[in-house]
C-alpha cells in the first residue's frame, strides 16, 4: 500500500493541475527568466507564502507548454508525515 506522505511522479496535466488548486496555488514564472515567448523558469505559487515579488502569474496553457518542451516531470506528496496537506513540489527532468 502507498503512503499518502510517498513523493509522486507525474507529467499528466489534469493531475497536476488538480493538485495545485486543491491547495490554493497557481502556475507562475520567475521573472526576469526567459524572454522571446519563453516563461522562463517555472514555479507553483502559495499565496501568503512569500515570492510575490519574484514570481509572475502565468496560464495553464503557457505553463504545460514550457513543461512539457523541457521535458518536465512533477514531484509531488499528497500529505506530510504527521497527515497534514503537503505543498511539497519540485520539477524534475523525465
Known amino acids: 500500500m502507498v503512503s499518502p506522505s510517498e513523493t509522486k511522479r507525474t507529467h499528466d496535466h489534469e493531475t497536476i493541475r488538480k493538485w495545485v488548486e486543491e491547495r490554493k496555488a497557481r ?6 527568466t526567459g524572454g522571446n ?6 514555479r507553483i505559487d502559495f499565496p501568503g507564502y512569500g515570492g510575490e ?5 502565468i ?6 507548454q514550457k513543461f512539457d518542451e ?3 516531470d512533477f514531484l509531488y506528496q499528497e500529505q506530510t508525515e ?13
Open 82 to 94: 504527521g497527515g497534514d496537506t503537503s505543498r511539497f513540489n519540485k520539477f524534475v527532468s523525465r
Open 70 to 72: 523541457k521535458g518536465l
Open 27 to 32: 502556475p507562475t514564472r520567475v521573472k526576469q
Open 53 to 57: 515579488e519574484e514570481l509572475e502569474e
Open 37 to 42: 515567448g519563453d516563461p522562463g523558469i517555472l
Open 59 to 64: 496560464s495553464w496553457d503557457e505553463f504545460f
